[in-house]
């Protein structure tokens, strides 16, 4: 059986000031040890249980790149740009703080700026995403700039 996903808003759809959030997800140590082995990102902090140990952190840590493609994954399952999403054209990032295995994350989606493109198939959607932990701690912020598709 297929699961059906709903098709996210149209860029006529969304104003700043709406909000949405995202089912969470668990971040798990296989997780880690998958996303840094097939990333190349084989660094101690988050592999070497010793250094982890000696860390700041205690124990092990997601990578910041791990989080974010978890939070833009989160961003598609909730259906917040299925089938409308063109272009994802950047962002602005800040680590807040650390993501732990065991940590559920979850990301609140606000929109914050649109703005009509010359083509009138398209425009461009600014948000502001705070991705937080089971506890409501911050952990990654990033303002996204994407290309949505405008209604027929």
């Given at each position: ?62 990578p ?39 940590n ?5 989606v ?43």
């Open positions: 059986m297929s699961q059906e996903f709903r098709i996210g808003p149209f860029w006529d759809d969304l104003e700043p000031g709406m909000t949405f959030e995202t089912p969470g997800r668990t971040v798990t140590e296989t997780d880690i040890i998958n996303f840094v082995n097939v990333t190349g990102m084989t660094e101690g902090l988050f592999l070497d249980i010793q250094e982890i140990s000696n860390s700041p952190y205690g124990k092990r840590i997601a910041a790149a791990l989080v974010f493609s978890f939070a833009e994954g989160l961003v598609i399952q909730a259906g917040l740009i299925h089938k409308t999403g063109i272009a994802f054209l950047g962002m602005d990032l800040t680590v807040a703080g650390p993501t732990y295995v065991g559920t994350i979850r990301v609140h606000a929109v914050t700026e649109k703005r009509p493109t010359r083509n009138p198939e398209r425009g461009i959607v600014i948000t502001h995403n705070e991705v937080v932990d089971e506890t409501g701690r911050t952990v990654l912020r990033y303002d996204p700039v994407r290309l949505v598709k405008r209604r027929p």
